[in-house]
C-alpha cells in the first residue's frame, strides 16, 4: 500500500499564493504519474496538474485554469510532490488531492486531501 499526505492548504486571500505539498510513502513501485486533483463543492473532481514519467523522461499536464498560475514540480528522492498556486482566485477554492499512479503494481492512490479557501 501507498499512503499520501498532503499539507499546505488554508486560507488566502484573492491575488495570494500557496505551496502545497503531497509525500507518498509505504510500497512504492514505478511511480508513472503524480499529481494534484481538485473538487469544489458540487462540482466533480478534476485534474489540476500531474506529472508523467516515461522511460524518455518526465511530462507535465495542467488544466487551462492552472496555465500561468501554477507550477507542479517533484523531489523524487522524497518521493514529494509540490503544487505552487500563484495568483489564486476565489474559483480556485477546493480540496485538493494528491493522485499516485504506482505503474507496477497498477494502483491508483488518493490522499485526504487539503482544503483551499481563497476569499477576503
Known amino acids: 500500500q501507498v499512503q499520501l499526505v498532503e499539507s499546505g492548504g488554508g486560507l488566502v486571500q484573492p491575488g495570494g499564493s500557496l505551496r502545497l505539498a503531497c509525500a507518498a510513502s509505504?510500497?512504492?513501485?514505478?511511480?508513472?504519474?503524480m499529481g494534484w486533483y481538485r473538487q469544489a463543492p458540487e462540482k466533480q473532481r478534476e485534474l489540476v496538474a500531474r506529472?508523467?514519467?516515461?522511460?524518455?523522461?518526465?511530462?507535465?499536464n495542467y488544466a487551462d485554469s492552472a496555465k500561468g498560475r501554477f507550477t507542479i514540480s517533484r523531489d523524487s528522492a522524497k518521493n514529494t510532490v509540490y503544487l505552487q498556486m500563484n495568483s489564486l482566485k476565489p474559483d480556485d477554492t477546493a480540496v485538493y488531492y494528491c493522485?499516485?499512479?504506482?505503474?507496477?503494481?497498477?494502483?491508483?492512490?488518493w490522499g485526504k486531501g487539503t482544503l483551499v479557501t481563497v476569499a477576503s
Open positions: 493522485n499516485l499512479y504506482d505503474s507496477r503494481s497498477r494502483g491508483n492512490y
Open positions: 509505504g510500497s512504492i513501485g514505478t511511480i508513472t504519474a
Open positions: 506529472i508523467i514519467s516515461t522511460g524518455s523522461g518526465e511530462s507535465t
